[in-house]
């Protein structure tokens, strides 16, 4: 398999994860907290798999998302601009992230939905890890198709 099907196979994966209906038994947060982590976790592949596919004429030895998007990875066009839209607040990277960030902390990234019957107020700007996943996913595919043309010209 190729790098640019292996992302789009794991985005595809990911989208789908999101999509599984989840039930109504006392089963169902849980469940939906692990499709929305899972598919996180897929993502961070597809991540890593894109940054395989848009430095393939650069030969590097690795690829992990946390060196090339850091400060000390390699000087490639495309990295560059990912990590200027990193840097970015609000952008679907800069989000992406940082929900890899708690993904990987004891926290996790999937939050537990509040109700008033615990005697919460809910927040109602807080949106789902699911939705903004959904939503980040959505503007990588943008985002992706104009880093394969530039790097295809390469």
């Not at 998302?65 to 200027?84: F, K, N, V």
């Not at 004891?106 to 939503?135: K, N, P, Q, Y």
Request: with cysteine; glycine share 8%.
């Amino acid at each position: 398999m190729t790098p640019r099907a292996r992302t789009n196979q794991l985005l595809y994966q990911a989208e789908l994860l999101l999509g599984t209906p989840c039930g109504e038994d006392e089963h169902a947060e849980a469940r939906r907290m692990a499709a929305e982590e899972g598919a996180l976790a897929l993502t961070e592949l597809a991540l890593e798999s894109l940054l395989r596919e848009v430095t393939e004429h650069a030969r590097l030895p690795a690829h992990p998302w946390r060196e090339l998007l850091g400060p000390e990875g390699a000087g490639i066009a495309e990295l560059h601009r990912l990590r200027e839209l990193a840097a970015q607040p609000g952008s679907w990277l800069a989000w992406l992230i940082s929900r890899l960030e708690a993904l990987h902390a004891s926290e996790g990234a999937a939050r537990r939905r509040t109700g008033a019957a615990a005697g919460l107020i809910a927040v109602g700007s807080a949106a789902a890890l699911g939705d903004e996943l959904h939503s980040c996913l959505q503007a990588a595919k943008a985002e992706i198709a104009a880093l394969r043309e530039t790097s295809q010209e390469w």
